[in-house]
């Protein structure tokens, strides 16, 4: 089965909208790439805005196009929505105008930080041309902005290269938002080469209005693929809809005039030609035309559903066979069910459409339509093995695991849940496994127990990717070791922070498994306000584990953390975690090879290593001694401590390379400073790019500078992650990730 995954230089209040610029097009080089935007677009838009080509702009939730203003965006615009609590839409009025022209080279793209259905509320656009309810006058069900009216050459803009991805926000049970909805838009409006991507309401829906549209394509989108009612009556020419196998959507087009009026004037009669739609496999209707709608569809292949064409009610089956409606040129891969009786299948064959037309969806790849259809080619996210999001899923992953267990060679599961491989079990992952942790309220994380093993080995070129469906920082909970080496609480045994699960003994060769070219992203899940997860957690661990390039990325929490233990580890890499990149406490004593953290610059990061021997008794043992070497840390220009040693830790570190923070190197308590006078601890070889701080004054910058090879260079810098791999010729493959 496939499954999917999947929101300042300066500022300015630019005509009557929100827009908070990040930064001038000449110090961007206007590319404005993920994370770094051109402006923030929030509010009301009452006079004209143009968005320039190339950049990258961040919506921050309602963004509403006024009477008398128009939202022009240039080719190559991105418009990524926020992921956070507040709906993001784009609302366009009556009387307001947007003018997106993409090309097919560069079209535009409005798509969400989460890359999921449903993330946001998609475009709304409300014109002025008849539609048929109560009154002759409705409102959005997204804004609440009146439409409708009797102007049917009204004109809203222009849409020419446009994709929208992951929209579908659901504002309650009974609103959804579409890709793109056309409320009484108008035949003045130009609509052409747009694609609705991954939505989780429909794609495309028409509410009345007599708007045309071309080229228009619509991939796995949750409900219906196209939907009208309320009475449209414009052209449609060159439809592609695809649902991908076993994904959950409705019809390929959902047709009504009016729900409470089936009679209702003006009647929904759109003219349509040239349509390719392919179903999911399902039993939902592929073309389900109902409700007094009538309509002309000429060529068309419909497939993949078990039922490709319903007609229902009798104003719309009379329409039919009284020649009103016309169904010419179609090809179905089965037969037209009628609900009424009035017009049958017999009557479609009569009418020389086919039935007997054995197409599936495996008929229909990306690069084949692209082949038959090559207006498509270029502007659109492809699907399946083109490069969709979908994953051959596996199995899933959850519960208690009290047996052996191995994860197939290439292979893609999901974790739902806790995942706990429980004393005398082994977790076997094999080179290339990808693991998902699913977005739901649920907490995902996986937790070996003590006399548990994870056995997690990849290659440099296959790594073991554990990843999140909603890729953002803190989706769900990591990795959680317990061993039984030795750690200095209280009683010589803790629980770890995530599932409560003892860690802590006397076995300092304890073994856990191994973990060797593993990556795990996103990972920093908020179990509370005390408690957010790390990449992976080390608790007890001891030395007869094997851990070794490893990476934890863009996670909440900690990249690596270690309560106590002996575990040693090797070619280790942080990239942008919120918290510390490594941190250590309760008395680790491991030695760590190898090892980089890189903050990017201005991203919300604390220290890139802090280090404890116990919050609560400094003096405490077996006291954390680390033995360190080959170290390249680079801070996001931030103020906060870059290497934190303190409450009570000892550590031997040699060849260190630390910057890119005001205090590169603080070293605090009277355990720790002495520990570093005496020669207890050690630090050699380390060239910082700030003078080192002493809090207690005992080991202070003199000592430090007097020690072998060590420096203070103020130049000490690297322009980017690319500068730091030159500078570490270990850090090489697809492991390291993009």
Same mark, same amino acid.
């Given at each position: 089965? $496939?499954?999917?995954?999947?929101?300042?230089?300066?500022?300015?209040?630019?005509?009557?909208?929100?827009?908070f610029t990040a930064c001038d097009d000449e110090e961007n080089g206007g590319n404005g790439g993920d994370g770094d935007y051109a402006a923030t677009l929030s509010g009301d838009v009452t006079e004209d805005v143009t968005l320039t080509s190339g950049n990258t702009y961040e919506l921050n939730g309602s963004y509403t196009v006024k009477d008398g203003a128009t939202l022009t965006i240039e080719p190559g615009v991105k418009i990524v929505a926020v992921y956070d609590d507040i709906v993001d839409y784009i609302l366009v009025e009556q009387g307001g105008k947007i003018n997106a022209v993409g090309t097919a080279d560069a079209p535009i793209v409005?798509?969400?930080?989460?890359?999921? /259905?449903?993330?946001?509320?998609?475009?709304?656009?409300?014109?002025?041309?008849?539609?048929?309810?109560?009154?002759?006058?409705?409102l959005s069900e997204i804004g609440e902005a009146v439409y409708g009216g009797n102007e049917n050459t009204d004109n809203s803009g222009t849409l020419k290269y446009v994709r929208v991805e992951y929209t579908g926000y659901a504002f309650n049970d009974e609103t959804e938002s579409n890709g793109i909805t056309f409320y009484g838009v108008g035949s003045g409006t130009d609509i052409s080469y747009c694609q609705a991507y991954r939505g989780k309401d429909d794609g495309f829906e028409f509410? &009345?209005?007599? *708007?045309? *549209?071309?080229?228009? *394509?619509?991939?796995?989108?949750?409900?219906?693929?196209?939907?009208?009612?309320?009475?449209?009556?414009?052209?449609?020419?060159?439809?592609?809809?695809?649902?991908?196998?076993?994904?959950?959507?409705?019809?390929?087009?959902?047709?009504?005039?009016?729900?409470?009026?089936?009679?209702?004037?003006?009647?929904?009669?759109?003219?349509?030609?040239?349509?390719l739609l392919v179903g999911n496999g399902g039993d939902a209707q592929g073309v389900r035309l109902r409700a007094g709608t009538q309509v002309e569809i000429d060529k068309a292949i419909v497939c993949g559903k078990?039922?490709?064409?319903?007609?229902?009610?009798?104003?719309?089956? !009379?329409?039919?066979?009284?020649?009103?409606?016309?169904?010419?040129?179609?090809?179905?891969?089965?037969?037209?069910?009628?609900?009424?009786?009035?017009?049958?299948?017999?009557?479609?064959?009569?009418?020389g459409n086919n039935n007997q037309v054995n197409?599936?969806?495996?008929?229909?790849?990306?690069?084949?339509i692209c082949e038959d259809y090559a207006w498509v080619a270029g502007w659109t996210h492809s699907w399946g093995d083109g490069g969709s999001t979908s994953e051959e899923v596996a199995g899933e992953l959850s519960g208690d695991l009290t047996g052996e267990m191995t994860l197939a060679a290439g292979s893609t599961y999901m974790l739902n849940g806790e995942y706990h491989v429980k004393a005398g079990a082994t977790l076997n992952i094999e080179e290339g496994v990808t693991i998902i942790s699913i977005y739901d309220d649920i907490t995902d994380y996986i937790l070996v127990e003590q006399g548990g093993k994870i056995n997690a080995v990849g290659?440099?070129?296959?790594?073991?990717?554990?990843?999140?469906?909603?890729?953002?920082?803190?989706?769900? &909970?990591?990795?959680?070791?317990?061993?039984?080496?030795?750690? !200095?609480?209280?009683?010589?045994?803790?629980?770890?922070?995530? &599932?409560?699960?003892?860690?802590?003994?006397?076995?300092?060769?304890?073994?856990?498994?191994?973990?060797?070219?593993?990556?795990?992203?996103?990972?920093?899940?908020?179990?509370?306000?005390?408690?957010?997860?790390?990449?992976?957690?080390?608790?007890?661990?001891?030395?007869?584990?094997?851990?070794?390039?490893?990476?934890?990325?863009?996670?909440k929490d900690d990249g690596f953390e270690f309560f106590g233990g002996t575990v040693n580890i090797s070619n280790m890499v942080v990239i942008d975690c919120g918290d510390d990149s490594f941190d250590w406490t309760e008395g680790w004593s491991g030695r760590g090879t190898n090892l980089v953290a890189y903050q990017s610059t201005g991203n919300d990061c604390d220290c890139l290593i802090e280090a404890d021997n116990n919050g609560t008794d400094f003096g405490a043992s077996p006291v954390s001694h680390p033995t360190l070497s080959n170290l390249v840390l680079v801070g996001n220009g931030g103020d906060a401590q870059g290497v934190r040693l303190r409450a009570g830790t000892q550590v031997t570190m040699d060849n260190a390379r630390?910057?890119? $923070?005001?205090?590169?190197?603080?070293?605090?308590?009277?355990?720790?400073?002495?520990?570093? $006078?005496?020669?207890?601890?050690?630090?050699?070889?380390?060239?910082?790019?700030?003078?080192?701080?002493?809090?207690?004054?005992?080991?202070? /910058?003199?000592?430090?500078?007097?020690?072998?090879?060590?420096?203070?260079?103020?130049?000490?810098?690297y322009a980017d992650f690319n500068a730091v791999k030159e500078a570490c010729d270990w850090l090489d493959g697809a492991w390291i990730g993009e």
């Open positions: 089965m $496939k499954l999917f995954y999947g929101k300042f230089i300066s500022m300015a209040l630019i005509a009557g909208m929100t827009l409005m798509t969400s930080e989460q890359e999921m /259905p449903g993330s946001w509320g998609g475009i709304h656009i409300c014109g002025k041309a008849p539609i048929n309810v109560e009154g002759g006058t409705g509410f &009345g209005g007599t *708007v045309n *549209v071309s080229n228009m *394509v619509v991939i796995s989108c949750g409900d219906d693929s196209f939907d009208w009612t309320e009475g449209w009556t414009g052209r449609g020419d060159n439809w592609i809809a695809v649902q991908e196998e076993g994904e959950d959507c409705d019809c390929l087009i959902e047709a009504d005039n009016n729900s409470n009026d089936f009679a209702a004037s003006p009647v929904s009669h759109p003219v349509l030609s040239n349509l078990a039922l490709p064409l319903t007609v229902e009610t009798t104003e719309t089956e !009379n329409a039919l066979k009284d020649g009103t409606s016309k169904l010419s040129n179609i090809q179905l891969s089965g037969v037209l069910a009628s609900e009424n009786g009035i017009y049958t299948n017999d009557d479609f064959t009569a009418d197409q599936t969806f495996d008929a229909f790849t990306y690069e084949s290659t440099a070129d296959a790594p073991i990717v554990m990843t999140a469906q909603d890729k953002k920082a803190g989706a769900w &909970g990591g990795i959680h070791i317990c061993g039984n080496a030795p750690i !200095n609480v209280l009683g010589g045994t803790g629980s770890s922070e995530i &599932g409560g699960a003892s860690y802590g003994g006397s076995t300092a060769n304890d073994n856990s498994g191994t973990l060797q070219y593993v990556r795990v992203e996103y990972t920093g899940y908020s179990l509370n306000e005390e408690t957010e997860s790390n990449g992976i957690s080390f608790y007890g661990v001891g030395n007869g584990t094997t851990v070794d390039h490893c990476v934890a990325a863009n996670g630390i910057c890119g $923070k005001a205090l590169p190197l603080t070293v605090e308590t009277s355990e720790t400073e002495n520990a570093l $006078k005496d020669g207890t601890s050690k630090l050699t070889n380390v060239t910082i790019s700030a003078e080192m701080q002493s809090k207690e004054g005992i080991y202070t /910058p003199a000592d430090f500078l007097a020690g072998e090879g060590n420096a203070v260079d103020a130049n000490l810098a």
